[in-house]
Structures are given as structure tokens and as C-alpha cells.
């Protein structure tokens, strides 16, 4: 892609823009231009303020501080419907599906007025509009019934609709298979070639480096510069994104020193989407469970902690059969499951961080039957400083959080926890910016030294890499390979999941 | 929506029908001129705030402050339509009376949108102030309703109020509006999803408040009806708190927001007056009548949801929404 030239239009502007939610700033002082037809990616951490930024461009939130113009037009404050008229597209990372309605009725809601046909026509509509931008989806289809990859494409069909002059693309490709990423591009490039400004925010930074004219960085609501796409590397990116260089992202393994001692021995087990699968782990390894996305690797460990049931097999804790007919059981046995969906399965949302650090050991903090504020605070301030959560006080709602401090969070339990002998952990840096990754890793391995035996499912090969003493490799359910700690390296996890042995499972 | 939202309507008109029949077959009195338009005059007040009901329960709220309104407006229309009153007087008595019921819905919808109090809070407090103003106004039963103006309100050719011909219409344009028009989808949209509606350029605001405000003002229409029937400023009225929201449900309206049909909120009313019609025919207590309405209830509950329901469960285990990548489409057999 060549650049555009400075002589294009500039579509969106924002100067000086600034934004607060209570005691945490989400951005300070950020200015940020895109001409029509450039590629403008906007890449931080998770908690940089890339999606204040975005909310404020669009209308759904107000800047405290700051201009802000759409196609020459200014403002201060509006409305999305604003943003849309003045020619604004975008596309949020969360969606804005009515699940409920059917695609042609989503559309129907976004098409602004003066493009809208009659309800007589909305179907054929529907459908030729889907055909116009290349996304293969049936009209009539409830949209909660599309997968999360289909529901993509069309929130960008629908940001799309208003023929915005600039489209803003928040995380587009979460949920999308290498395939659907390309696919994607093409649209998004074929748009700003008929002139679209694109601003294009997104964790992977090889996708923008591939995509983009221009990349901004934010770190903690503050912009760290803008560059041209073509003379950047990913280590330069990741340097401006956390302030430090990328080096020692991963804690030490130390596990020379340890007796080898099988804690978690599995046979035979099989449940849904998963089996027979054999494992054995130790006390104080980690164990990490690779393998392209959804080939049982969460089932497994699902089932592991009680979550969901197995269908046939045996598993074994610390000598003893391990309960797994319910998550109860499992925690009994200190089991315990980091589970992949924290916010619908781990954590409290509207409650603090307080109640969430302390909520499974409230008894210990209560010793009348009435809880000791004092000691429940220490307690939550010296794991707060050992997991490094960053917060506004420890009162504040966890939903509030960034997600890697809300990842921090749920890891305080099995800390405080004193009788944990295994974690199982599902991803556990989903959505989780590179800073408080190495906290978490940290974490881990510090469980592992005091003896804790740890299973990580995770989709990023050098995590798996950087932080296992083992991995496995799962196909279709099974195990297919399994890799020794020093063999363990991003390429040869990468080989093993899309290589001869996951595929001879397939045939 | 869909097949499923025809549901709701099939199985009441069944019951009407069915309710109707047997009725018809055991009781001479049933089927008469006087009765039928008995019943469905009595169906009246019901209908008119339950509609209003409806437009509270799709945006996703609840207003319980209805009942004390109606009373409310039973009250003020023992001031404002006296016997022995003008034309003209009675033309703006009849307006203070929507009046009252504007002024209750801004008040409502101020509380739920500009003081964002969940919904049943605010109409909680709104039901018990009127209430109060009502027993103030009226501390007994006193003050009669201008017999013109309740024989204006029941007009009626053959068995049939013409009123009711009015809402049979008003109900078919309102689910027409509903399903067929995007202002309609618009006002679903922000009962399914406020804020991917607001996403989506829909003025979510103003769509709940001037939801808020129809029923209310729907709700001082039924006070009309409410007064013809009682034809006297009573402070104590039926509870249409509950029985609107039981028809809007029965009727097929979600509790929590985005479904609903006004034909099925008036068939559910018209369903829940047959049973009162009914009981006192067969010499059985009128009480039967408020156990059934609670039975039914519970039942369409279980009965509407069931597919969503069943549907969660069956999706809940396989983790509904991940991504169906290349393979792991189906485990190893």
C-alpha cells in the first residue's frame, strides 16, 4: 500500500481530547488525525485508552477536554447518530447486534434513513447489500444463531452502511481464523482505495504492520508517537507500547531441584469433544496444552475441575480419584479452574475487588462468624502488591478493571487458598496487556514453586514456550505430541499443531 | 418473534373460544346480547392498560403505577364530569383527566430516565403518592360521573361497544407499527439491547420516555372506562398493577424487554374479563377467578421461555459462540 499523499482530506481529527472516569484517566491530552484513504492503526495494551479514544471519535462517550472533527465538521460532544451523519462508520469490538432480530432487521436498524427502502423490500435488500461487500451470511438468519466470526463481518457491513467517509475497526479479527483475517483485509483495503479513511485498532501487531500506512502508539491514556508503518518492527512496536524492551518476558525455570512426583494422573478420560486423553503431571510443573482452537483442550480441563462432566475415564489427585462430578468436589481436593470467560465465570463483576479477592476464604477472615475488616484488608492489600493490581482503591468494581488486572484478581484466590495442589488455567492472559502478562506468568511459576502442579491451556505458542515445562499437543480431542521442556521453543509448538502428526489425526 | 411470537395468540383465541363454548352449551344467560356486551365493556379498562402496559414491558420497564392512576383519574373525573355540566366543561374535564395521566407519565419517565431509578422503584413510588392524593381527594366513594358522558362511552350497536371496535383497530395498527416499520423494530431494538440500539444511531432516550409516558396516558383512558363503570368517584379500584402486566405476558410480552403484541395483550384481557364473566354463572366464587389468573400466568411463563430455555441449556455446555475454526468442528468419534 502506498501512502497517501498530505494532500488528501483529513477525515478524522481529534486535538488535544482528554477523558476521566472517576479517579483513573483514560486519556490524556491525544491528538489523532486520519486522511481518507490511509490505514491509520492505533495499537497500545490493554487500559491504554484505545477504546476511550474510539468511544470519544464516535460519539458514545463525550471528551472531557479537546476537539474533535469528522470531515471538516467540528464538535464537542454528540450522539453516535451524529458521528453517523457527519459520515462516521465503526465497527465495535463488542458488536452492536440485536441477537434477537434477524440479519436483514440488524441492517435495516443501521442503514440511516435516506438509503433505507421500503420494509416491503427489506429482505432483498438485506441480501444484495451482504452480496455488495463480499459476506457470504443468510438475510433471514437470527444474528444469535451466526458464529462469532460471521457476527464480525457483519458489524462491519454495518458500519460500512452509513457510507462513512472515515471507519473505525475496533479489534476486528478477535474472533477470526487466518482465512476470514485475509478476507477482512481485502474488504478494508478495497475500502480505502475508493477513498475511506480506516483507523484500525488491534492487538496483532503483524496484522498491522501488513496493514497499515501509519501506526500510533498509546501507553496509559498518552500518546507515545506516530510512524510510518513501513520502516517499524513488531520489537519496536511492543518497546513503545510498554515503555521497556521485550527481554525477559518470561519468569525462570527453576524446577532442576525438584523431586519428581506425579499429582495429577489421568487415563483414558473422555468427555465432550475430548478423549481418551492420558496425562500425568507433576508437583510443582506446568504443564502447558497447546493446539489449534477448539480441539478440546478447554473440554479437558473443564472436566478436570468438575465444570463439565466426563464421559468415561479415570483421573487421580494426589493418590486420590478425583471427584470431578461437580466443581464442588474438584475444589475439595484443591482443585481449582481459571476459567477462560473471567467475567462470566470467575469474577463478580459489579462487586470490588475487595469481596472478589476475599470471597473463598471469608471464614478464615471471620473468626466470631463476623467478618474482621482489618484483616480482610491487609490480606487484600499484600496480595493486591505480591500480583501487582493496578487499581483506583480496592473498592473498586473489578468490571472497572483492565482485563489484566481483572486476571490478577481472580489468580488471588488460589493464593490465598492454602490447600491448592493443582490450577488449571484457560488462557489465562486472554485479553491481557503484555505488562501484566509477565506479573501473571510470574504468579504461575511462583504457585509451581511451592509445589502446585499447573495445566495451561493457552492459543499463543510462546507463552506456551516461554512459560511451560511441558506441552501437549491436542488434535481433535487427543493428544497428538508431546514436547519436553527442552525442546520447547514458539516454532516447534507451531510445527506440532499444524504439522504431519495433527494432520494424520484428521485423515 | 417469528413463528414462536404466534404462539400466545393461537393458544388465547383457543381458550376464548374454548372458555366460550363450553359456557354457551351449560349457561342460557352466557350468550346474550346484555351479557356479551357486558363483558366486553368490562373488558374495556383492562385492555387500555394493558396496552399502555405493553409499551412499558417492550422497552424493558414496568409501570405498577398504573393502578393508582386509573383510581386516581376515577377521582379527578368526579370533579371534572359532574352531572349537570356543559359540553364544554366536560370537554376540558376529559382533557384534565389525560392530563393527569401526561403529567404521571413525564413525572415516571423523568424518575426512570433522567434520575435513571430502576423502573419498578420509581412507578412503586409514583403508585403510592397517588394513592394518597386519590384517598385525599376522595375518602369514600362520593361525587357522580355525568350519566351523558358514561352512556357516550358505552355506545354500543347490538352487543358490541363501538369503543371496543376502536381498540380491536388500534391494537392491528400497533402490531402492524410494531413488526412492520423500523420505528417500530427501533422501539424493540432498545428492549433487546439498549445499548447496541443506541450503537446503532436509535434515540434510546426518548424512546423510553415517551414509552413510559403512553402507558400512562393509555392507563388515564382506561380511568374513562374505569369511571363508566363504577360511576362514582371511588378511591378504591381494582389492582390493575398486576392483572395488566398478567395480560401483557399472556399476551406474549417478554419481562424482560423486546417482545410482545398488542392483538395478544388484548386477547389476554379479554380472556382474563371472560373468566371473571363466567365464574359468577356457574355459582363459583369469584376468588377461583384471581387463583386461575395466577396459574395461567406461571404457566405461560414456563410455556413461552421453554424454547429459549431449552435452547440455553442445550448450547450452555458446548460453549454457545466459540469460534468454529477450520477443524474442531466435531470431536474424534
Not at chain 2, 383497530?169 to 423494530?185: C, N
Not at chain 2, 432498545?190 to 434515540?203: A, F, K, M, N, P
Not at chain 2, 398478567?246 to 384481557?269: K, M, Q, W
Not at chain 2, 366464587?285 to 404457566?299: N, S
Request: aromatic letters at 4%; one cysteine or more; proline letters at 4%.
Amino acid at each position: 500500500m502506498s501512502s497517501p499523499g498530505p494532500e488528501t482530506p483529513v477525515v478524522l481529527s481529534l486535538r488535544g481530547v482528554s477523558k476521566a472516569f472517576g479517579a483513573v484517566q483514560a486519556v490524556r491530552d491525544v491528538s489523532f488525525d486520519c486522511r481518507g484513504g490511509e490505514i491509520h492503526a492505533l495499537v497500545g495494551e490493554n487500559g491504554s485508552g484505545k477504546s476511550t479514544l474510539l468511544g470519544m471519535a464516535s460519539g458514545f462517550l463525550a471528551p472531557d477536554d479537546g476537539e474533535l472533527e469528522i470531515d471538516g465538521h467540528r464538535r464537542r460532544r454528540g450522539s453516535p447518530a451524529e458521528g453517523r451523519r457527519l459520515g462516521l462508520g465503526i465497527a465495535y469490538q463488542t458488536y452492536s447486534h440485536l441477537l434477537d432480530l434477524s440479519v436483514a432487521e440488524n441492517l435495516y436498524l443501521a442503514v440511516p434513513a435516506k438509503d433505507r427502502p421500503p420494509f416491503a423490500r427489506m429482505a432483498k435488500w438485506a441480501a444484495a447489500t451482504l452480496a455488495e461487500y463480499g459476506v457470504d451470511l443468510d438475510a433471514s438468519a437470527r444474528v444469535g444463531a451466526l458464529s462469532l466470526a460471521q457476527r464480525q463481518f457483519l458489524e462491519v457491513v454495518k458500519a460500512l452502511l452509513p457510507r462513512p467517509k472515515v471507519l473505525l475497526l475496533d479489534e476486528p479479527t478477535t474472533a477470526l481464523g487466518p482465512q476470514e483475517v485475509q478476507q477482512l483485509h481485502a474488504l478494508v483495503h478495497e475500502r480505502s482505495r475508493a477513498g475511506v479513511g480506516i483507523v484500525y485498532v488491534s492487538h496483532r501487531l503483524p496484522e498491522v504492520l501488513e496493514i497499515a500506512d501509519r501506526i500510533s502508539v498509546l501507553r496509559d491514556g498518552v500518546k507515545q508517537g506516530t510512524f510510518a508503518a513501513a520502516g517499524m518492527t513488531e520489537d519496536a512496536l511492543v518497546a513503545h507500547m510498554i515503555g521497556r524492551p521485550l527481554q525477559q518476558a518470561f519468569p525462570q525455570r527453576d524446577g532442576d531441584g525438584r523431586v519428581p512426583e506425579v499429582l495429577l494422573d489421568v487415563t483414558g478420560l473422555r468427555g465432550d469433544r475430548f478423549g481418551p486423553v492420558d496425562l500425568k503431571v507433576e508437583k510443582g510443573e506446568i504443564l502447558g496444552v497447546a493446539g489449534a482452537e477448539g480441539n478440546g483442550q478447554a473440554q479437558l480441563l473443564r472436566a478436570l475441575a468438575g465444570v463439565e462432566r466426563a464421559s468415561a475415564g479415570r483421573a487421580a489427585c494426589d493418590g486420590a480419584s478425583l471427584d470431578a462430578r461437580s466443581p464442588l468436589g474438584a475444589l475439595r481436593q484443591g482443585v481449582v479452574l481459571l476459567s477462560g470467560d473471567r467475567m462470566q465465570e470467575s469474577l463478580f463483576p459489579v462487586l470490588s475487588v475487595r469481596s472478589n479477592t476475599t470471597i473463598q476464604v471469608l471464614r478464615r477472615l471471620a473468626p466470631m462468624g463476623f467478618l474482621n475488616r482489618r484483616r480482610e484488608r491487609r490480606t487484600v492489600d499484600d496480595m493486591a502488591g505480591r500480583l501487582r493490581i493496578r487499581m483506583a482503591s480496592v473498592e473498586q468494581p473489578v468490571q472497572s478493571l483492565s482485563g489484566g488486572n481483572q486476571q490478577k484478581v481472580s489468580l488471588t484466590r488460589p493464593f490465598l487458598r492454602g490447600d491448592v495442589k493443582l490450577i488449571l488455567a484457560d488462557e489465562p492472559t486472554q485479553g491481557v496487556d503484555v505488562g501484566a502478562r509477565f506479573d501473571i506468568y510470574e504468579a504461575l511459576r511462583a504457585k509451581a514453586d511451592e509445589g502446585v502442579a499447573l495445566v495451561v491451556k493457552s492459543s499463543d505458542p510462546l507463552e506456551l514456550a516461554g512459560l511451560c515445562d511441558r506441552v501437549v499437543v491436542m488434535s481433535r480431542g487427543v493428544i497428538v505430541d508431546e514436547i519436553p521442556g527442552h525442546e520447547l521453543g514458539e516454532q516447534r509448538i507451531v510445527e506440532a499443531i499444524v504439522g504431519g502428526r495433527a494432520a494424520k489425526v484428521e485423515a | 418473534m417469528r413463528s414462536r411470537g404466534w404462539i400466545p395468540l393461537v393458544l388465547l383465541a383457543a381458550l376464548i373460544v374454548a372458555v366460550g363454548a363450553f359456557t354457551a352449551v351449560r349457561q342460557d344467560a352466557f350468550l346474550t346480547q346484555y351479557n356479551i356486551n357486558n363483558l366486553l365493556l368490562a373488558t374495556m379498562p383492562l385492555a387500555l392498560v394493558a396496552i399502555g402496559q405493553t409499551n412499558a414491558l417492550l422497552v424493558g420497564g414496568f409501570d405498577v403505577s398504573v393502578a393508582a392512576l386509573i383510581t386516581m383519574c376515577v377521582v379527578t373525573a368526579s370533579f371534572t364530569l359532574k352531572p349537570d355540566e356543559t359540553t364544554l366543561s366536560l370537554f376540558l374535564g376529559a382533557i384534565a383527566i389525560v392530563g393527569v395521566g401526561a403529567a404521571t407519565g413525564v413525572f415516571n419517565a423523568t424518575l426512570i430516565r433522567i434520575l435513571r431509578l430502576p423502573s419498578i422503584i420509581a412507578t412503586l413510588g409514583t403508585l403510592s403518592i397517588l394513592e394518597g392524593a386519590s384517598l385525599l381527594l376522595r375518602n369514600a366513594p362520593e361525587g357522580e360521573i355525568n350519566s351523558s358522558v358514561i352512556d357516550a362511552l358505552n355506545t354500543s350497536i347490538g352487543f358490541m361497544p363501538v369503543a371496543f371496535v376502536g381498540v380491536v383497530l388500534l391494537v392491528v395498527l400497533a402490531d402492524l407499527w410494531l413488526y412492520r416499520t423500523r420505528t417500530g423494530m427501533a422501539v424493540r431494538a432498545v428492549g433487546l439491547d439498549e445499548t447496541s440500539g443506541r450503537r446503532l444511531g436509535i434515540s434510546t432516550g426518548v424512546v423510553i420516555f415517551l414509552a413510559f409516558v403512553v402507558c400512562s396516558v393509555m392507563a388515564s383512558i382506561a380511568g374513562f372506562y374505569s369511571a363508566a363503570e363504577v360511576q362514582i368517584g371511588s378511591p378504591i379500584i381494582g389492582d390493575y398493577a398486576l392483572t395488566s402486566i398478567a395480560a401483557a405476558v399472556l399476551g406474549g410480552a417478554s419481562l424482560a424487554g423486546g417482545r410482545g403484541s398488542f392483538v395478544g395483550t388484548l386477547l389476554a384481557a379479554l380472556f382474563l374479563s371472560l373468566i371473571n364473566n363466567v365464574l359468577p354463572l356457574f355459582q363459583q366464587p369469584a376468588e377461583y377467578a384471581q387463583m386461575t389468573i395466577g396459574v395461567l400466568i406461571l404457566l405461560a411463563l414456563v410455556l413461552y421461555q421453554a424454547p429459549e430455555l431449552i435452547g440455553r441449556l442445550r448450547t450452555g455446555w458446548r460453549g454457545v459462540g466459540r469460534l468454529p475454526t477450520g477443524e474442531g468442528e466435531a470431536p474424534a468419534a
